[in-house]
């Protein structure tokens, strides 16, 4: 992601009520964007069930949407670059509006799949592009007031993504979690136009890297499918995911080539040349990706094996990112004052906590006992995010900041969507495991164990015949099953976070000065 020429001063900040109007559509615009990552999260199994396929395959809807949206961000700097800021973010969101519809009236899996791919691959500009325009029209002694916008919006997105898809998949039909961004969308991109379609930023020509795009979506794409398909497909005993997996992995290897010899890169990985961008990323990466696929796991686990309906999935969720608001303005005072390697480690120590106490869960678990992790993760939230894009930026030149940035979110998108496939395997693989051995215990070395006998015996008194009492005792053989899948991965988890503690310390001291935000999505 090279960086863009600098703009010459603009035009004069808005003020009044235009300003207040311009603003809000700004947020939404960032609000509907992040929203979308998550809202599905909880709607999995509704969706999946009325199309007629696995929960697995449902999931596709998630990850489709991150790894093209991750795709897209390095467009995102050349388009701006070539058409404006302007043009480019209410372009983004136009179509975005359009792409929710489309996903809205799919009529198979394959559909949906596709327009969430068109939907993600469109939405590329819509995060930097409010973030700035919200700097544009604010006065220079506002900016904090732009900042704290555009970051309250990031977060509290993913509160109300879980609420509000749960609520509808429950009280409605599924689609609607996309028809909403329809009337949310069209305020947006109005009254943006409105506002600023007289303060274009300036524009200018940049070749651009077309084969380092092409590339890109090439060993990304491939390495998606693999990841997605390959369950089904019996992994490498199908010819088709071994075929995959070389594309991604010769794809990969001429892309960094590639990169790293073209004159106009597209995703600059000279940055990895930085002790603390390397680790920083690294370590901004794997942690995402064990969290983006905690809360795809969660609601699924919730829904498919707790008996909780989609609504009070999302609720078990929700405070985690009650927390992260509450907590994040301290948490930027306290970055001011320390360095970021403490904040950072805090927040790591805080995710495994928050992991470690999901690995105690139980299938008579409360409501109230399933959430209580959630708060401890709120409070990883409010630091992780501000503490490793500092880290990450440290020595960076602040006119190269941009260009980082978007390679940092880049590598972190992409590895939240590779993250989702693997959970959803790792976890049915972890179950199918599990409820063999429970089902060797239940059988005994001779026939039917003793417990066996007597959960037989006590079912059949309740007025259930033999075939319903070993249909009911298997029901409860995979209950147990996959609550054992789940706290193992959890307990994984809990592991891979701690291992990543030691890493933090391998970059050099990070002091902040000024206030600082994050770019958490």
């Not at 992040?34 to 809807?61: E, H, K, R």
């Not at 007025?463 to 029901?475: C, D, F, K, N, P």
Request: with cysteine.
């Amino acid at each position: 992601m090279s960086s863009s020429a600098p703009a010459p001063a603009g035009p004069a900040p808005l003020t009044g009520g235009i300003l207040a109007v311009t603003a809000l559509a700004l947020a939404l615009g960032t609000f509907m964007q992040v929203l979308d990552g998550t809202i599905a999260n909880v709607s999995v199994p509704t969706i999946a069930g009325d199309l007629g396929v696995s929960t697995s395959q449902g999931t596709w809807v998630i990850t489709s949407f991150a790894v093209s949206n991750g795709i897209s961000v390095p467009l995102t700097g050349w388009l701006m670059g070539r058409y404006g800021v302007v043009k480019t973010f209410t372009a983004s969101v136009l179509l975005f509006t359009i792409a929710s519809f489309l996903c809205g009236v799919a009529w198979n899996i394959d559909s949906l799949i596709f327009f969430r791919i068109l939907q993600g691959a469109v939405s590329g500009p819509m995060i930097p592009g409010s973030q700035a325009l919200l700097m544009m029209i604010f006065p220079p002694n506002k900016r904090g007031t732009a900042l704290a916008i555009w970051s309250m919006t990031t977060l509290v997105a993913p509160i109300c993504g879980p609420i509000l898809g749960g609520y509808i998949s429950d009280n409605f039909t599924w689609p609607w979690i996309f028809f909403i961004n329809i009337p949310v969308g069209a305020f947006c991109a109005f009254f943006c136009w409105r506002g600023m379609s007289d303060r274009e930023t300036p524009t200018f020509q940049r070749p651009i890297d077309r084969t380092g795009f092409a590339l890109l979506v090439v060993w990304v794409g491939a390495l998606q499918v693999m990841l997605d398909t390959g369950k089904e497909a019996d992994w490498f005993n199908s010819p088709a995911i071994v075929v995959e997996t070389l594309v991604a992995v010769i794809g990969f290897i001429a892309w960094v080539i590639w990169e790293l010899n073209d004159k106009n890169p597209m995703v600059d990985l000279s940055f990895f040349k930085t002790r603390n961008f390397a680790f920083g990323t690294l370590v901004l990466c794997v942690a995402y990706a064990i969290f983006f696929g905690a809360n795809l796991l969660m609601p699924l686990w919730l829904q498919t094996n707790m008996g909780y309906i989609a609504t009070w999935a999302g609720l078990v969720a929700a405070p985690s990112g009650v927390v992260a608001v509450i907590l994040t303005p301290f948490a930027a005072r306290m970055l001011n004052r320390y360095d970021a390697r403490i904040l950072g480690t805090v927040s790591l120590l805080l995710f495994a906590a928050s992991f470690y106490m999901r690995s105690l869960f139980t299938t008579d678990a409360s409501f109230f006992v399933l959430m209580l992790p959630m708060l401890v993760m709120g409070a990883a939230m409010s630091m992780f995010f501000i503490a490793f894009i500092s880290i990450g930026l440290n020595g960076v030149p602040p006119e190269r900041v941009p260009a980082a940035s978007g390679l940092s979110n880049f590598a972190r998108i992409v590895a939240g969507s590779f993250a989702a496939s693997l959970v959803t395997t790792m976890w049915e693989r972890s179950e199918s495991q599990h409820q063999t051995r429970l089902a060797e215990i239940m059988g005994g070395p001779g026939g039917m164990s003793d417990a066996m006998t007597g959960a037989l015996n006590q079912a059949t008194q309740f007025g259930l015949t033999a075939s319903q009492s070993a249909g009911v005792i298997m029901r409860q053989v995979s209950s147990q099953a996959f609550l054992l899948a789940t706290v193992d991965l959890f307990r994984i988890s809990a592991i891979v976070i701690l291992m990543l503690v030691p890493t933090v310390w391998l970059c050099r001291k990070t002091l902040v000065q000024g206030p600082v935000t994050h770019a958490a999505d």
